[in-house]
């Protein structure tokens, strides 16, 4: 990410949502990325996967400029080289979790690889849950399917946007553990939005965004210094 701005609104009620926001994100590398409510941090997530364009400044994806793209080459993009996990889970209900976890193959025109679904079921623990309906499981097993969707493509980077934010605490640490595994074992890329300084313990980097800034950043957070960090640019910049 290159000189990322994001302006909304024009003149006197413009913010910037955005500004200027340069960084690289290793690939096979975990990153948090927490700050106040309204400093940025689904402006930046949503930049950094095609889901939205910069006003100025470029997104790199390997050498592919996602910030040049039209909306319909960055869906394609968002189909087959990244994945994406939500605090709301957004599986589909009708459809069974087998189905769930192999739709962005289906919507990408691409085969299923029987082994690789079987791998992935297996490591997030949904061998026997395949012919389930989401509805049938719990919070926690609804995220690992989201996981094992995300995963199902092998894509280049993973983007979670508060991934635990509607779990309890319990099946919050078990869908951390699984996204670090895949960054350990697998070599994914994973980027998460959080609130939360426990989840962020998890990353190997923190970027903490203030006023679209990127204010500081933390190799290895501990939960103490990321709940530190968080309280002084509250305090910076009271919302
Ligand atoms: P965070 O995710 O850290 O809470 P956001 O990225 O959602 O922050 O928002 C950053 C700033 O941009 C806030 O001041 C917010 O009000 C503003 N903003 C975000 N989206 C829009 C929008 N669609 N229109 C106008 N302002 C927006």
Known sequence: ????????????????????VSTTIAPGTFTAVMGPSGSGKSTFLHCAAGLDTPTSGRVLLGATDVSTLREAQRAVLRRTRIGFIFQAFNLLPSLTVEQNITLPLRLAGRR???GRLGQLAERLGLTDRLRHRPSQLSGGQQQRVAIARALITNPEVIFADEPTGALDADAAREILALLRQAVDDLHQTVVMVTHDPVAAAVSDHALFLAKGRIAAQVASPTPDAALRLLADLRRAAPC
């Open 1 to 20: 990410m290159q000189e990322v701005s994001k302006r909304y609104g024009q003149g006197a009620g413009a913010v910037a949502a955005l500004d200027r």
């Open 112 to 114: 299923r690889d029987e």
